[in-house]
């Protein structure tokens, strides 16, 4: 299912419940990207050795610890996670793996971690970002017949698909990520439209050299094939941060926006991120977050500190994961 939070106070999807109203006031969209910033090799701190061992180890460029002076602390992170991955990210062609859980190529059910190639199909045409999108019946009606995630748009409004991509990744509008879908996907009818993007997203996946990956779903509410693993959706929220104005929807922790309403009277929205990450941990650059009874929970995550970005990924957990994506993170930065 499509995704991400805790499900005593959010809907099954997980999103936090959107704020609609007749007043607010508009935020700016500003522009941000994945730092591309050369980063430092991985290091391990050598203990104490014996006076023969030192000896042995004086070659020079030899490796002057040994296992038994090796921590295990310092060798993998601090979590028993085995479908997560991390990696430092360099630039747009080029990434380093840091450390592979052991499940880390398992294709696993991904829930609304999906949005975020829903959000790079549509940012691969710069020009659809001011197209103005009237919100049909049926989006709100497929989030309630689903237990989607919302983010309460309101039928007849119309918004442009800048601001659906805010509804979508922000607090993980199922409605918007159906709208983008049927909007941006051709034929003759919305189940149409709706397939046809879809296959675009598996295009898409395919061309990132994401082989555990395969989508039937815009929002993460699988059909039964809807699925990925920890290092795709890695490089694919690497990939996807490269994108300025994603880099910069999914840091925001909250978005005010307005939008003309079918009584021709303004709407402002309220949207809350759904990724605790962004309060709880220094330097979290975003990604996005998933949830849900049969998927469990997933997160994409990104954070920079001393000019180094890391990006890594979480899938399939039963339990929320934002504190293991610290651990992750926080060994990442000491290596």
Do not use: C
Request: glycine content about 8%; hydrophobic content about 40%; overall charge negative.
């Amino acid at each position: 299912m499509g995704s991400h939070a805790r499900p005593n106070r959010l809907h099954r999807t997980g999103a936090r419940v959107a704020t609609v109203a007749l007043f607010g006031a508009f935020l700016p969209i500003t522009a941000g990207g994945l730092a591309q910033a050369d980063t430092a090799p991985v290091t391990h701190s050598a203990g104490e050795t014996d006076r023969a061992s030192a000896d042995t180890l004086a070659t020079a460029g030899q490796d002057k610890s040994t296992p038994e002076t090796r921590s295990t602390s310092q060798d993998v992170p601090d979590t028993a996670l085995a479908n997560a991955y991390l990696l430092d990210a360099r630039d747009g062609s080029q990434e380093r793996e840091m450390w592979a859980g052991a499940k880390a190529d398992q294709s696993v059910s991904m829930a609304s971690t999906t949005k975020i190639m829903t959000a790079l199909v549509v940012l691969r045409h710069p020009e659809w970002l001011d197209r103005q999108i009237t919100v049909k019946q049926e989006y709100r009606d497929y989030v309630q017949e689903n237990g989607a995630s919302t983010a309460d748009l309101q039928t007849g409004d119309t918004l442009t698909a800048r601001q659906l991509l805010h509804a979508m990744l922000i607090p993980s509008g199922g409605d918007a990520a159906m709208a983008l879908a049927d909007s941006f996907g051709t034929g003759g009818t919305m189940d149409a439209r709706i397939a046809e993007f879809e296959s675009r997203m598996n295009t898409e996946a395919q061309q990132l050299g994401m082989t555990g990956t395969h989508f039937d779903s815009f929002d993460g509410i699988s059909h039964g094939d809807n699925r990925s693993t920890a290092r795709d959706l890695a490089k694919l929220g690497q990939r996807a941060m490269l994108q300025p104005v994603f880099a910069d929807i999914v840091k925001t922790k909250k978005f005010e926006t307005e939008a003309p309403a079918a009584n021709g009277r303004t709407r402002y929205y309220t949207w809350v991120t759904t990724n605790d990450l962004l309060s709880s941990y220094d330097g979290a650059l975003g990604i996005k977050t998933g949830s849900g009874a049969e998927a469990g929970y997933s997160l994409v995550f990104a954070a920079q500190r001393d000019n180094r970005t890391l990006v890594g990924a979480i899938v399939g957990a039963d339990q929320e994961v934002f504190a293991d994506a610290a651990k992750i993170l926080d060994w990442g930065f000491a290596h």
